[in-house]
């Protein structure tokens, strides 16, 4: 479960403060399944990356499973982006030089275990996100669903339970964007929080529930 | 490990900077070797050409009173005899070997129609181990016989011999010394020898002392050599050695003029210290040009990872720790360190066994040594290595720790 109580997140600019989010509160029951929509600069990756524990807010509150996140340490933050969380960025965010397989290796190197079982379960996802004939591939050298596939299969390579996609559509054309939408809706099936920040109100229209955000604040919080 | 893959991927992407580092830590690690070998060659040929006089040993001449003692004057001369270095050795448990030497100038030696003049040395068995005199193959040194039975026997300078005998065998030969027929028992092996008192051993002849005694019917010592049992104790020896003197020639042990002494220990122990002070100061020069290629080692890791920011944004936000960024880069910079230095020492070592391949006979070689790769060293420069490659590895990989995942991955 998720729970955001009056999270603020303020960006100093030099002098000048920038308030990204300007009070969210926002909660999420488990295996829920939502899109986040807003105009650019409303706030939307900024929320996602407080929800990932990439980020951490300037004010208000965060708990986790019930768990503050701000008493966290930054080794304990760093375990729950390893082994709760599985983000997907809109700009694919692999390993350049590594190949698909090791890409997804990542996480379960910093979770430790076995390099066997890492490499089996590795070839696993891969085949599962369909890709299993890619596994020698460098990013540069598949198309960009393919690599947001590599980079969905590396978000779970730790089993998460919330899966958090930022604009995971936004750089591939519809049909490749499809793909990708199908696997977050098993990952729903099969029990995770699923949330997508997304401009396509196609998208959208899939999950059963949207929240808005304009300039920082929550607008809207539709269930269906 | 994926970290050797990315570390050798990423060295791929950063080929020219890398190399660079790696070649500076080539020379630096190089320069240190080769500069310690080389000190290390020099004093260990230093040593040997003092060794080539005695090794720990102390030397003592005749002197005079410079202080009134009991009602006697001053300038009185104390004149050294066999007795004396005899009753030295009996008192005094503290000196282990001991000889007197009587020498004679100008002794005159024939064999065949061959002849020279030079000087003839008697001394007891103990003084060819004292001061490091060898015999060459075939032959011998004096020994106690020869001492107890006034044998003719002489012991030849390689030089002496070379005179009177050229290429030919001398032991077991017949030189006349003075007209007395003497057997030629042995030939100093040749060495280096850097210091002497009475010219050089390559130029002597030795006989026993009490042969010496006979022929040329010598009161008095030219001086004692003699050698504390305990190097740490020669000191109190030396002490020992003015008490026993004065009291049987009534001077004031403290007067220091009465016996005048030739200590090699404590020249060794002050050339122990400048070797010392040499090979520190090599080491500093050394260990500053391997801080220096540190300096640039870090200097590049900090250039990597600013490159590198983006990755490393990936690596924290699928949940790695400060440490596993941390020793990523460390081990990055270890094994940079590494490549130069195996290269270095390689290097090093090759160059000193190709030093020592080549057939140097000149005496400046004799005297400098020949350069020498200690293990010690070897050791020491890879501790140095290790410590500059972390402390080169550190500061950029901390800072590579505390890159903000969001900012690093906003950057496009
Ligand atoms: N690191 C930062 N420093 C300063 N301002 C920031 C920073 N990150 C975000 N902002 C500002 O915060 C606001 C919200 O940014 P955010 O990236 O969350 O928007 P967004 O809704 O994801 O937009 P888009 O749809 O374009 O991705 C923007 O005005 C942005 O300029
Ligand atoms: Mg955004």
Known sequence: MIKLTGVKKIYQMGKIDVAAIRGIDLKVENNEYLSVLGPSGSGKSTLMHIIGCLDTPTEGEYRLEGRDVSGLSSNQLAEIRNKKVGFVFQSFNLLPYATALENVELPMIYKGGSARQRRKRAGELLAKVGLGDRARHRPTELSGGERQRVAIARALANSPSIVLADEPTGNLDSTSGKEVIQVFDELWQQGCIVIIVTHDSEIADRTPRIVKLLDGRVVDDMQR | ?412
């Open chain 2, 1 to 412: 490990m994926i970290n050797l893959q990315q570390f050798f991927r990423e060295l791929k992407k950063e080929r020219t900077r890398i190399l660079l580092t790696i070649l500076a830590i080539v020379w630096g690690t190089a320069s240190v070797v080769i500069m310690l070998a080389i000190g290390e060659g020099v004093t260990r040929g230093l040593q040997r050409g003092m060794h080539g006089m005695g090794k720990g040993i102390v030397v003592v001449w005749s002197g005079e009173t410079s202080k009134p003692f009991k009602g006697l004057g001053i300038g009185r001369r104390i004149h050294l005899r066999e007795e004396d270095a005899r009753m030295l050795q009996e008192q005094i448990p503290g000196i282990g070997l001991m000889s007197p030497e009587y020498i004679r100038w100008g002794a005159y030696f024939t064999w065949n129609d061959h002849s020279m003049s030079t000087r003839a040395t008697g001394v007891y068995p103990a003084y060819g181990q004292l001061r490091n005199i060898y015999p060459q193959k075939g032959g011998r040194f004096l020994n106690k016989l020869d001492l107890k039975s006034r044998r003719r026997v002489v012991f030849l300078g390689n030089e002496v011999k070379e005179r009177l005998f050229g290429d030919k065998e001398a032991v077991g030969e017949t030189v006349y010394l003075n007209r007395v027929p003497f057997t030629v028992i042995g030939v100093l092996k040749k060495k280096l020898q850097t210091s002497c008192y009475s010219g050089m051993d390559q130029d002597a002849t030795f006989i026993p002392a009490s042969t010496f005694r006979v022929m040329f019917g010598h009161r008095h010592l030219n001086d004692i050599v003699y050698s504390p049992r305990d190097i740490s104790r020669a000191k109190q020896v030396k002490e020992q050695v003015y008490q026993v003197m004065g009291k049987k020639y009534k001077f004031d042990p403290k007067d220091k003029d009465t016996l005048r002494m030739w200590d090699t220990i404590e020249m060794q122990e002050g050339f122990g210290k400048v070797s010392t002070g040499v090979r520190i100061f090599l080491g500093i020069i050394g260990g500053l040009t391997l801080i220096v290629a540190g300096v640039g080692l870090a200097n590049i890791m900090y250039a990597v990872i600013r490159n590198r920011t983006r990755e490393i944004g990936i690596k924290i936000a699928v949940g790695a720790k400060r440490r596993n960024i941390i020793t990523e880069y460390i081990l990055q910079s270890l094994l940079t360190v590494s490549a130069g230095g195996a290269i270095g020492l390689g290097f090093s070592w090759s160059l000193v066994k190709v030093i020592n391949i080549i057939p140097l006979k000149q005496e400046a070689f004799q005297y400098l040594g020949r350069p020498v790769m200690s293990v010690t060293t070897a050791l020491i420069t890879a501790g140095v290595l290790g410590l500059v490659g972390f402390l080169a590895g550190i500061f950029p990989a901390r800072r590579a720790a505390s890159v903000n995942p969001v900012d690093a991955l906003r950057c496009e």
